[in-house]
């Protein structure tokens, strides 16, 4: 299983950093993604800027979300590097 998101902040350059139910930080650079299909909703810098925590994960409000284990496994990869 994997930890809830409990909080999201928006950061310089497309990177949100994430805290973990479990105590875990990381990071998450979207700019890898924003030219693929839904999400280039959030390519907007305010757009982008308005994410939140629902429902274990993340979501912005024109209907963009991530998979709470994607958003997991990609913060894991980002402390590993």
């Known amino acids: 299983m994997y930890p809830s998101v409990k909080e999201v902040t928006p950061g310089d350059d497309y990177i949100l950093s994430i805290v ?3 105590g875990e930080r990381g990071v998450l650079d979207m700019k890898p ?3 693929f ?3 280039k909703r959030i390519k907007d810098y305010e757009t982008f800027r308005r994410v939140k925590v629902a429902f ?3 979501e912005w409000d024109c ?3 991530l998979d ?3 958003v997991y496994a990609r913060c894991k990869a980002s402390n590993a590097a």
């Open 68 to 70: 709470p284990e994607y």
């Open 56 to 58: 274990d994960t993340i």
């Open 20 to 22: 973990f139910d479990n």
């Open 63 to 65: 209907g963009v979300d």
């Open 33 to 35: 993604i924003l030219d």
């Open 37 to 39: 299909g839904i999400f």
